[in-house]
């Protein structure tokens, strides 16, 4: 039997039985749908579109230590945290997910469960699996000044050896015991990356090979790296993501942002930007020299909703 008819009879069969017939992309690999788009925008609260270092710095001046919260959302727990020498941490874990840093001035040495302690300096990305214990020190004579992003809700867990920690709010600590086995780091998780060493010093625009810095089933640190190029056209205006925010930290130059009811705004270097779900946003490279974003969000697969007449792409 020839293959066409073949296939009208397969259709007709189809058909009898009454199988929905999945409809196809209309212009090459564009798929187009409803999706839902909040009528009233998610607001910022308290958190900023743009968390300016500059000013954190400003407003900390003369301070010893000091911690700033920067964003916090049902999701993350992000927070800019300036150590003396010879503050140390207990040894410690998280239970249930990641905990990641951008060292930013300093030198701190970590100690983790499984690892050589090393150093991290500026520009070190530094991460840790759940379940892993780990504990921290910034050495030598300059205070250290790190931004940490942990998971909303998960206070960590103290190891045995430790003193008792002080009791959260609406909670209290007490000793327990576990057969659970830690995370182990692999090729896209690895214990640091020395972003101006491994990526800058190794190629002048390019980004990495392996962009992912972390990816797992419900995290997902990403650096995406360029030239920059003349800002895009106000009619670019990006995507939106279904119920999930996403953020980014400016480890070089600068980075343009349109966000819908916001405007247009440029990071710079140390500056954080914060987009609720549900709002148009488009990320550019700003001209004038390489830019870099470290993009985090909640999975490798997020969602990312294109406007109807953009093909499904910036």
Excluded at 32 to 40: A, F, M, N, R, V
Excluded at 141 to 148: A, D
Excluded at 172 to 193: E, F, G, M, V
Aim: glycine share 8%; net charge neutral.
């Amino acid at each position: 039997m020839r293959k066409s008819a073949l296939a009208l009879l397969a259709a007709a069969a189809i058909a009898c039985l009454g199988w929905p017939v999945l409809a196809q992309p209309t212009t090459g690999d564009v798929w187009y749908s409803w999706t839902p788009k909040p009528d009233k925008l998610p607001p910022y609260g308290k958190n900023q579109p743009v968390t300016r270092l500059s000013a954190l710095l400003a407003k900390h001046k003369g301070q010893a230590r000091w911690s700033e919260q920067v964003i916090l959302t049902k999701r993350y727990d992000t927070k800019w945290i300036q150590a003396q020498p010879g503050d140390k941490s207990v040894t410690q874990y998280y239970a249930d997910d990641r905990i990641v840093w951008v060292v930013w001035a300093g030198q701190i040495r970590f100690t983790i469960e499984g690892q050589q302690p090393f150093v991290a300096t500026k520009g070190f990305l530094v991460q840790v699996p759940q379940q892993v214990r780990y504990s921290m020190e910034t050495i030598g004579s300059e205070p250290s000044l790190r931004f940490e992003v942990v998971h909303t809700g998960i206070p960590p867990m103290v190891a045995e050896g430790n003193p008792k920690p002080a009791d959260p709010a609406g909670s209290h600590y007490i000793k327990i015991s576990t057969q659970t086995r830690p995370d182990p780091y692999d090729a896209i998780n690895r214990p640091y990356l020395d972003f101006f060493k491994d990526v800058v010093v190794a190629d002048p625009v390019k980004g990495p090979a392996q962009s992912r810095v972390v990816s797992d089933e419900a995290n997902l640190v990403n650096i995406i790296r360029g030239a920059g190029v003349p800002t895009p056209p106000a009619s670019n205006r990006g995507h939106f993501h279904v119920g999930h925010d996403e953020f980014w930290f400016i480890l070089e130059g600068k980075c343009d942002y349109l966000i819908e009811d916001v405007g247009l705004v440029t990071a710079d270097m140390g500056d954080v930007v914060f987009v609720p779900p549900g709002r148009f946003h488009r990320a550019s490279w700003a001209q004038g020299q390489t830019d870099t974003r470290l993009s985090f969000n909640i999975s490798p697969n997020l969602f990312h909703a294109f406007g109807e007449d953009a093909g499904g792409r910036q």
